[in-house]
């Protein structure tokens, strides 16, 4: 977020505060609208990182209304064995709501990505 940050031309701020817009419409009227690629790129990636977490909310959680999801998938891991069709069934429901944000946000998945690689 920060390259993409980066690549915005200060003249945008200055045009504004020329017109007379303050700081806060500057940000939120001219400074947003620009950056929503680059929010919502990392938006995604923050939410996939944290969607698939497993180690972190296996160490906090404590009774199993607290666990998350890849918490518990855990449970179809067994001592004896491993029931591999309801594992697989409720890692493909749990990917679901990822995949899901990302082809109604590739747009600005994609352009967010290109936007902040830019050197110029």
Request: hydrophobic share 55%; proline share 5%; glycine share 10%.
């Amino acid at each position: 977020l920060r390259g993409f940050m980066a690549n915005l031309p200060l003249t945008l701020e200055e045009a504004a505060a020329i017109d007379g817009a303050g700081p806060f419409r500057t940000f939120f009227e001219i400074i947003v609208p620009l950056c929503r690629p680059g929010i919502v790129a990392t938006a995604v990636f923050v939410l996939i990182v944290t969607w698939q977490e497993f180690l972190f909310a296996l160490s906090f959680t404590s009774t199993k209304e607290m666990r998350t999801l890849p918490v518990g998938v855990n449970d179809f891991i067994g001592q004896y064995g491993i029931r591999y069709g309801e594992l697989m069934a409720s890692s493909v429901m749990i990917s679901m709501p990822v995949v899901a944000v990302f082809f109604v946000l590739q747009r600005q998945f994609v352009a967010g990505l290109t936007a902040g690689a830019v050197k110029g």
